[in-house]
């Protein structure tokens, strides 16, 4: 059973696969924000109806509702580093048959829905076995630290390097920015097939174990996790806001705004900005209360998201997504960490996907209502629709921050309550 100390965090050492699998982690996400920033243009250029261009958004989302549970138990069950190298080994096939498409002019709204659904799904069994790897590559002490260097890196590849990137490769022809992003996911896999790792040791699964069952385990062990439980609602709440933020913001931005492309680039570069300074003050945030931190992240994002939706000004945007970025990768580094920290080793992988089937299952509808809204009553409801979500998020963490044996609150033993 895992335990964690009440102490600060260090940073992690490099060698012993951890430098290879943060490579691999940062390069496959530069693919990510190539392609994250470049689908919502394409939909753009296809359709003028934000409802469906919120569909490809929302597809990107529904897997982790219908597979996540699979994911998870069967990450438990597989050698995690094979199951990410096939991972995205299949990612890179997927997604160089999409830039061939997009090249040849054969794009359109479904194509882009399958697309999101399929790389999606394999998500689900790449994320449950990355987030159960990273502990058998670094101690126990090191896991903020990594955390806060991966999502870090993963940042600055996605935002920094990989948007700005779109309108270079866009310039070459519409199926570039997809086709660098296919190279990424096979490099990524070439460096996770080089690590050196011993395949997991696992007990005997009981006689009759299925993975019915097995997932059974993991949600049971999530509800009896008082802080897991308590950040799994209020992350659930987020993300409800967050799905309609993320599917309807090239609409605030290009027609509310009248920023156009560039302020679209603006403002996911102004938010990877907060989340890379974030990550880099996250690991001394999280030190001693992390869910304290977290709660008093979302209190901030809260106020941002207002911002967003009242204030018309390209300017007061890119403040406002730099703090809501800042604020949300402090929000995800203690959630990471505090997982990995109290979760059995061997349940790892299950109780991750429940944790991201729970929280992410509202991210779909939340997408849907964000395009319905921006439809019907202005792209700018939606961030103030995200608002109204984050705040009951924010209360709902409350009595577990206040829990005198969660973290920073002086116990030193087992974590699973």
């Not at 990510?32 to 597809?59: E, H, K, N, Q, W």
């Not at 219908?66 to 069967?74: D, E, H, P, S, Y």
């Not at 690590?195 to 997991?200: E, H, N, V």
Request: with cysteine; hydrophobic share 55%; charged share 10%.
């Amino acid at each position: 059973m895992a335990t964690a100390e009440a102490t600060g965090a260090v940073a992690p050492a490099w060698r012993g696969g951890f430098g290879r699998l943060w490579s691999a982690a940062v390069l496959s996400r530069l693919g990510d924000g190539l392609r994250g920033a470049a689908l919502p243009l394409l939909a753009a250029s296809l359709t003028d109806r934000p409802l469906l261009i919120a569909a490809v958004s929302a597809c990107g989302y529904l897997p982790w509702l219908l597979f996540g549970l699979l994911g998870g138990a069967v990450a438990d069950r597989v050698d995690q580093r094979r199951a990410m190298w096939g991972v995205d080994l299949l990612r890179g096939a997927l997604m160089a048959a999409f830039a061939a498409a997009v090249a040849l002019g054969h794009a359109a709204i479904a194509l882009l829905i399958a697309l999101a659904f399929a790389l999606t799904t394999l998500q689900t069994l790449f994320d449950n076995a990355a987030t159960a790897l990273l502990p058998g590559l670094v101690a126990p002490a090191e896991l903020a630290g990594a955390n806060a260097r991966l999502l870090t890196g993963q940042q600055m590849a996605g935002g920094l390097l990989g948007a700005p990137l779109v309108p270079a490769l866009a310039a070459v022809g519409a199926g570039a920015p997809f086709a660098v992003d296919a190279l990424t996911f096979l490099a990524a896999a070439a460096l996770v097939a080089s690590l050196r790792t011993a395949p997991p040791e696992r007990a005997p699964r009981a006689p009759g174990s299925t993975l019915r069952r097995e997932t059974a385990e993991g949600l049971r062990a999530l509800w009896r996790d008082r802080a897991l439980r308590g950040l799994c609602t209020a992350t659930a709440l987020c993300n409800i806001g967050m799905g309609a933020l993320i599917a309807t913001l090239v609409v605030l931005v290009t027609r509310w705004l009248a920023a156009g492309p560039g302020g679209y680039a603006a403002a996911l570069a102004a938010y990877t900005v907060g989340g890379v300074a974030g990550g880099l003050a996250g690991r001394r945030l999280l030190a001693r209360r992390p869910l304290r931190a977290i709660l008093a992240a979302g209190a901030v994002q809260t106020a941002a998201l207002t911002a967003m939706g009242t204030l018309r000004s390209l300017p007061a945007l890119v403040a406002a997504m730099a703090c809501f970025g800042f604020m949300g990768m402090v929000w995800n580094i203690g959630t990471r960490t505090l997982m990995q920290q109290r979760s059995p080793t061997a349940m790892l992988g299950r109780i991750s996907a429940a944790f991201r089937t729970v929280s992410v299952s509202g991210a779909p509808l939340g997408a849907l209502v964000g395009g319905a809204l921006a439809g019907a009553s202005g792209a700018n409801v939606p961030p103030l629709f995200a608002a109204a979500l984050f705040l009951p998020a924010v209360l709902a963490l409350i009595p577990a921050a206040r829990s005198p044996d969660g973290p920073g609150g002086g116990s030193t033993g087992p974590l699973i309550n």
